[in-house]
């Protein structure tokens, strides 16, 4: 069965605090693993996919990596307005199957 | 539309009432996605159409849950004879292909009293 397990849970940083959420997972082969962002009250909303080893994708302050067990995003001097959830999501290659995610990371930065 | 759009934004029903949520897709996009997200929790699967076919109901926790898509346009999720642990935020994402990232509307907040 696929696994998706996020850590921390919750974290709280000072603004311009640098930091890295991990998202551990499990599948039977990766056609790809994605991040989202959620606000509170709203819906996710897509931040990267990276589809294999070694990949990398910036935007902004956030990048993620991603290796053979895991993915990082690394968020570089945060901002107040960065604090959110932040959900990984795993997808098995085979046929239409749906995305896997995780219980998420509850981000706070303080001003 | 420009988003995925998903109607009421809340609702309260009364144990054992029946209820329907409604998600509008993006124009064009193909496959449509039911997810469940009890509170402090990731989005758990519910159902997959492509098109109009319900491709993947197996995430459905009874058969007191019902989805369809009978245009391939439009879904509705019925819950009947509701129960307190049907309480969740229900998400609708729609996606052009069966890959790559889903767009999410901003959910139904049910709340079963």
């Known amino acids: 069965e696929d696994q998706v397990t996020q850590s921390p849970e919750a974290l709280r940083l000072q603004e311009g605090e640098s930091s890295s959420l991990n998202c551990s997972y499990t599948v039977s082969g990766l056609r790809g693993l994605f991040w989202y962002r959620q606000d509170p009250g709203k819906g996710p909303e897509f931040l990267f996919t990276l589809y294999s080893a070694g990949e990398e994708k910036e935007k902004e302050r956030l990048k993620a990596t991603l290796t053979k067990k895991e993915s990082f995003l690394h968020i570089t001097a945060p901002k107040p307005e960065d604090s959110a959830t932040y959900l990984c999501a795993v997808q098995a290659p085979s046929g239409n199957t749906p995305l896997v995610f995780g219980k998420g990371t509850r981000l706070s930065v303080i001003a | 539309g420009a988003g995925v759009s998903q109607s009421p934004r809340y609702k309260v029903a009364k144990r054992g009432q029946d209820v329907a949520l409604r998600c509008d897709p993006i124009s064009g996009h193909v496959s449509l996605f039911w997810y469940q997200q009890a509170l402090g929790q990731g989005p758990e699967f519910l159902t997959y159409f492509q098109n109009e076919a319900q491709l993947d109901k197996s995430g459905l926790p009874s058969d007191r849950f019902f989805a369809e898509r009978p245009e391939g346009s439009v879904s509705t999720l019925k819950i009947q004879r509701t129960q307190q642990e049907d309480s969740a935020v229900y998400l609708c994402?729609?996606?052009?292909?069966?890959?790559?990232?889903?767009?999410f509307g901003s959910g139904t907040r049910l709340t079963v009293v």
């Open positions: 994402a729609s996606t052009i292909q069966t890959s790559g990232g889903y767009t």
